[in-house]
């Protein structure tokens, strides 16, 4: 159903939807009112509507969070599910090995989207959580995907993120050195992009096994100290760990 402004009833419940994140994980009807600018009477209307499917949950002090139902849709059948699902294994041996952040990625929309992240206790600071969105310029797990995607899609990164022109990065150069460098070595390593003092390294995962046009679906990376004393050792990790995973969700034809 159509709204007289153009928008569907559709646009408004997915903007209700996308005001929460990592920050924002309660909001008042006021706060999404504002935020995904629909008028307070209406989004009333449609937070009572939501909740009492559980699509949204009402808290005790009047604030509104995502619901159990609406994770338990995504968990079910999300392409994600089964990524994640297949790395599992490989992400558990790199974090047996490392004691840091280790994290699975994907593209969504021009982002970097966390599908997955283990921890330890003293692992260093990082910003990167679980559904966690990022611009694939600022981390290494999203820079370790672009450059392997194909070019109309390089560049109409470039196009929608005039910035990333001006971006240097300070052991690679500028933004199309830094992906020449990627492509040629297969990893991305970057020192101090979001928090001083940490490195973070990632390695795509293809969609393939072997060809020239492959193309990274996925990443796995790293967020371990600029002194980490494994320094030498992470990226040979993390590219036996995605050509795992590229064979588990690939595999050979067997021989004949």
């Known amino acids: ?5 153009g928008e ?14 990592a920050r924002r994980r309660q ?10 600018d629909i008028p307070l009477a209406t989004t009333y209307r449609l937070v009572t509507q939501l909740s009492t499917e559980d699509i949204l949950t009402r808290y ?6 995502l619901g159990m139902r609406l994770w338990e849709l995504v968990a079910r059948s999300s392409p994600a599910v089964s990524l994640r699902t297949a790395a599992m294994p490989f992400l558990d041996d790199v ?7 280790t994290q699975l990625s994907v593209l969504d929309n021009h982002e970097v989207l966390v599908v997955e992240r283990l ?69 991305a390593m970057l020192d101090g992009m979001l928090d001083d003092g940490t490195t973070g390294a990632a390695v795509p995962v293809f969609n393939t096994l072997t060809g ?13 100290p600029e002194d980490f004393e494994q320094r030498s050792a992470v990226i040979p990790v993390l590219m036996a760990a995605s050509r795992g995973l590229s064979r588990a969700l690939h595999p050979l034809p067997e021989p004949t």
Do not use: C, W
């Open 1 to 5: 159903m159509k709204h007289p402004s």
């Open 8 to 21: 569907t009833l559709l646009d408004r419940i997915l903007r209700i939807l996308s005001a929460f994140d």
């Open 27 to 36: 909001l008042s009807v006021a706060e999404l009112s504002r935020l995904a």
């Open 60 to 65: 005790p002090d009047g604030t509104v969070g």
């Open 95 to 101: 974090q047996a090995i490392f004691r840091q952040h």
């Open 119 to 187: 921890s330890s206790r003293n692992s260093v600071v990082n910003q990167a959580t679980v559904a966690t969105r990022m611009p694939l310029h600022t981390v290494s797990m999203g820079l370790a995907q672009l450059a392997f995607q194909p070019g109309y899609i390089v560049e109409e990164y470039f196009t929608t993120h005039p910035e990333v022109a001006d971006m240097n990065y300070p052991t690679t150069g500028d933004i199309h050195t830094t992906l020449t460098k990627i492509r040629r070595e297969g990893y």
């Open 212 to 224: 020239r046009n492959r193309v990274a679906i996925a990443a796995i990376s790293v967020v371990v």
